[in-house]
């Protein structure tokens, strides 16, 4: 408990420290004059003031704001302040200032990202290939189990998404793979076909493929806590030969094999250390979904390590940051339709998975950062009233129109905005506390 405090505080402290330093660099970048910097609501703890700015901790750490000069078009600007009033700039310097924050979210995922690249590289599946899919090019090719791919077209292939992604990028055209078996290197072209794979969110997508995938065997990487698996005493690392007398090859014939037990019970046969020995377990139901069963493993993969030079860092922070970014505009919009649930998490679930993550250690607390970082940018631009997206569309409508939208307006808006806020914490309150505590 202690953890998850003292995380979510570091979390929600770096956050909007960074978010009202994007709003305030850039009103000073104009000329506007800022009041009050502020981490956290509420009664002030502490601060001090430098120049006309009093910079303070709040006692309610779940925010921030800057106050600027003559931010309340109402406010009285005297002819002396009037050159730092935030209402008195011209549009484009306003629609900018209000950016920043959500930007500077953005800003802040990137340099981690790319500082986690730096430090630790690219860790993925080894190019190492294991089903092929019968008819299909890499069969046709001659491609087989245990091949590793080196090289396609002469760029080298490091892990199993090298080769994924200049597969994909093709778009049909051929490729020369360079690979190695039994310590021969050969070489093969082949041209990939149109096919269809599976998005996160279940749907169909077009995409293009030769009928391979990862080397995946029947050996196991992980167990879960109190699951059939590990009540029945099974370890990583032991190879599952067969089940119910069925010999296995790969990873998914153990998935085929569970799933098709119907929740009957299943008797593994196993190899650990050089020893052959049989386990019986009962699988469970996952979620209570009809069909789905597991026992509760996860597979054991070979992974490598990718090194990258600063520019593939920051490459890839940027991909990684719009990746996500993308990821959750996309699942806002299917939220909205209803196409998937409206899952969201709370200030209790994102405690405890700031927790988690420092338990498991500074890098995935930082990670974690980054990943909340993007989800309050995309948040905070949506078109809500009292959001940073509220304002952004009133002065959008200001610059089309060439006049602000009427006081009256705004202020309907605003309240209405405030209302929906308030509706949604309470909703994710309120869930938060029924996935914690009421799991059924």
Known sequence: MTTNLFSIIIVLGVLVFFHELGHFLVARWFGVGVE????GFGPRIFGRKVGMTEYIVSAIPLGGYVKMVG????????DEERHLSFTHKVVWQRMLIVAAGPVFNLVLAVVIYTGLFGVHGVNGLAPIVGQVVAETPADHAGLGYGDR???VNGQAVILWNDLAEAIEESK????????ERAGETRR???TPEASTSRNLFGEEVPSW???I????????????????????GLLAMDRILAVDGDPLIFWTDVVTAITGSAGKPVELKLLRAGEELTVSLQPEQLDGREGAWRIGIAPYYEVVNKRLGVLGCFTEGVAKTWFFGKLMVVGLVKMVKGSIPADLGGPIIIAKMAGDQARVGISSLISFIAFISINLAILNFLPIPVLDGGHLLFFTIEWVTGKPVNDKIREMASQAGMFLLLSLMVYVFYSDIMKLFFKG
């Open 36 to 39: 009050k910097f502020s981490l």
């Open 71 to 78: 931010e309340d078009p109402d406010a009285d600007i005297t």
């Open 149 to 151: 791919v080196i090289d």
């Open 172 to 179: 049909g055209k051929p490729l020369t793979l360079t690979y």
């Open 188 to 190: 093969v072209e082949l």
């Open 209 to 211: 493929a030769v009928g």
């Open 213 to 232: 995938g990862p080397r995946q065997d029947p050996v196991i990487g992980g167990i879960q806590s109190d699951s059939p698996a590990d009540r029945a």
